[in-house]
């Protein structure tokens, strides 16, 4: 039996693919009763706690909001660690920072259970389309025996070395997705203040060196349209991922200027009042003037 913990915004819609594509019943748990309740999809069988998960399933999926949540149900009371059986496997499709999926993986390790992080990239709707990007970092042993259910979610699946390296491939990954983004929404201001049409605009951007995808899904579908709904990849979020970048980059000994704009950005969304909307509107504080009050800082807050 499979296991799945967290079915929030990506991790209802993954689990759902997992429970109908898989040939295994899936044993799901959410903190939340409202969101363990919405989840009827056949095969999924709701559990009472993270420990009923782990006494039934031999490989547990997360999909948490971030590092304290992993932690939490990894090692916290009732955790993973303390009732998975030996020859069990965790695959962390969160986000969370590089020294936590180590640390993970040295405990699991210790206890003869297998470990791999594998946090996921794109957009709700490829969550619910089952065409996720996932980054694996895992042994080559963990990757063979995990792969086929993570086809059940991703359509590209990327082993990108030991444990760990996926959690820092998606941090790479966010860091430059998060600067398209600032630069889009600086673009989108311009194009404002030169009366250029920003339906031409952007579909001009996207047939030149400016193209991205970060152009045809978060500018085109979201800033074009200014909708930013919430339940989608949040402000909150957002800021969490890129401090962890931050983070990954001062362990490198660089200090990331890009992103630390960007980190400035959110925060500015976030004071704003936009915490829970999608993040893309960033783009708001932008075109109201928020770029001009002052440059990224060097000192997280």
């Known amino acids: 039996m499979l296991g799945f913990i967290g079915l ?5 819609p993954m689990c759902r693919n997992l429970a109908a594509k898989s040939r295994d ?19 999924v069988i709701p559990a009472d706690s993270v420990r009923e998960v782990a006494e039934r399933a031999d490989i547990v999926f997360l999909s948490l909001p971030g590092g304290p949540h992993v932690q939490a149900v990894c090692l916290g009371a009732g955790s ?17 920072p590089v020294n936590l999926a180590h640390d993970l993986n040295a ?28 980054m694996v970092g895992a042994s080559d042993r963990v990757f063979a025996r995990i792969k086929p259910l993570l086809e059940c979610m991703a359509s590209d699946i990327v082993l990108c070395g030991g444990p760990g390296s996926g959690q820092a491939m998606k ?20 194009i404002g203040h030169a009366g250029i049409d920003p339906e031409r605009a952007f579909e001009t951007l996207s047939r030149g060196s400016a193209d991205s995808f970060a ?4 500018g085109m ?15 909150e979020y957002a800021l969490k991922d890129i401090r962890y970048a931050l983070r990954l980059g001062e362990e490198a ?49």
Do not use: W
């Open 8 to 12: 929030g915004v990506m991790g209802a």
């Open 25 to 43: 019943e899936v044993r799901a748990f959410d903190s939340d009763l409202e969101a363990l309740s919405q989840m009827d999809q056949p095969g």
């Open 80 to 96: 993973l660690l303390t009732h998975l059986r030996p020859g069990s496997c965790v695959v962390d499709l969160s986000t969370t």
């Open 107 to 134: 405990r699991f390790s210790a206890r003869g259970i297998q470990f791999a992080d594998a946090p996921v990239a794109r957009t709700r709707e490829a969550a619910k389309d089952g065409t996720l990007l996932a």
């Open 171 to 190: 941090l790479i990954n966010n860091l430059v997705l998060f600067e398209n983004v600032v630069a889009l929404a600086e673009a989108l201001a311009l």
């Open 215 to 218: 152009l045809r899904n978060h």
């Open 221 to 235: 579908k979201a800033m074009l349209k200014g909708s930013y709904p919430e339940r989608a990849f949040s402000c």
């Open 253 to 301: 000994g660089l200090f990331l200027s890009g992103a630390d704009n960007a980190k400035e950005m959110i925060k500015r969304a976030i004071r704003a009042g936009y915490t829970k909307e999608y993040f893309p509107a960033l783009a708001k504080v932008i075109a109201a003037g928020g770029a001009a009050k002052g440059g990224g800082k060097k000192k997280d807050g």
